[in-house]
């Protein structure tokens, strides 16, 4: 038994040969710790050297990030538990590769796997004290997220404490031609711009069905990408609300707005056919809204591998330290701003046909109402259909 009390208590290691390295609660370690002594995990005694690390779950650690063939629900190749990957690593970052990839002197990358469990796993435990299950229940959900049910996605101070991966993201399904489509935008040139396609059903539901993240983009480029995801999934431009950043919109007064020789962004987004509408920048009251719908069982949906960075971000963000009732704005925020605009603009409920034969949107795993409505380019093939 042995401690790493420091960052630099790994150099009283030098020299040592370890066959067997075990370490407790491994997101209290440093990722230079860890990294640093399985280069003590050697041995010349015939014994294989291994490691074996416990943990408990914590969101936004580099343990998670290590992790992530296991926890990130958006890779569309994810590991199931137990399943062997290899990783080698290239200036500090991690690099996964393939069980046959070999190095410029032929070496092999560094086998590595992770195994799920719970409390429910220790039947002895429970079957001596089951009242432990009680002490564990009775934690603020943050903790008994992460203790009792293994949350890697649950944070510490999160401003939407209310965000599950669990709840509210799942695989891309059918959604029905009679949904009513709107989408929200924010702004970005050096940070990222964000567009997310929304669908609302006739109970009010909302599904995040698709977004565009993308950074250096001029406005005119920025539309054009807005418009191939509408193209994509056969939804008439003019037929879609944008709920868009105000900040690009031309100067409500008249005055203000008469003899301006510029161009508006918003304009750009005109010209190519959007419909683009000033969003609500009310923040206390556009936060409730997204808080009301992440809390209602059901009400919000994010499609999984179609959404990737409102998935990354939301659970991350945190409370602006000068004003708790806000969202810090120094945050990686644009995916929430864009949600924000959308479910502000209150989006109306869709109205159900009488027909029982539903027509459905497809495109890559969200089906088409007719396939002669898109470009043939987009079909990557005839079974696709």
Known sequence: MAHLQRADTVHDWQGTEIPLICFDELTHFTEDQFFYLLSRNRSTSGVRPYVRATTNPKAGSWVKKFLAPWLDKNRLDRAAHGE??????VNGEIVWVDENWRDEEGLPGKSVTFIFSSVYDNKLLLEIDPHYLVNLKSLPEVEQARLLRGDWDVQEGAYFSE????????????????????????????????????????????????????????????????????????????????YADPSIFPPQEAKARAGHPGKYIAEEYWSEGLNVIRA??????????????????????????????????????GPDPRDLEDLDTTAEDHGADSLRYGLLSRPARAKRPDS??????????????????????????EDEW
């Not at 062997?84 to 690593?89: G, V």
């Not at 556009?286 to 179609?306: D, I, N």
């Not at 969200?366 to 409505?373: F, H, L, S, T, Y």
């Open 84 to 89: 062997l990957r290899w990783f080698t690593r």
């Open 163 to 242: 965000w599950s991966e669990a709840k509210h993201v799942r695989l891309s399904v059918e959604i029905p031609t009679w949904y009513r489509f709107f989408g929200g935008l924010d702004y970005g040139k050096a940070a990222p711009f964000c567009f997310l396609l929304m669908a609302s059903d006739d109970a009010g539901n909302v599904t995040v069905m698709d977004e565009v993240y993308e950074t250096r983009l001029t406005p005119g480029e920025q539309a054009v990408k807005v418009a191939q995801v509408l193209e994509r999934y056969g939804i008439a431009p003019k037929s879609c609300p944008i």
């Open 280 to 317: 609500n920048n009310d923040r206390v009251n556009g936060w409730a809204r997204v808080r009301e719908y992440l809390h209602e069982p059901g009400a919000l949906t994010v499609f999984q591998g179609r959404c990737p960075n409102l998935i990354r971000t939301i659970g991350t963000l």
């Open 356 to 381: 029982d034969e539903e027509r459905v949107l497809k495109y890559r795993g969200v089906k088409v109402i007719d396939p002669k409505r898109l470009p043939h380019a987009l079909m990557e093939s």
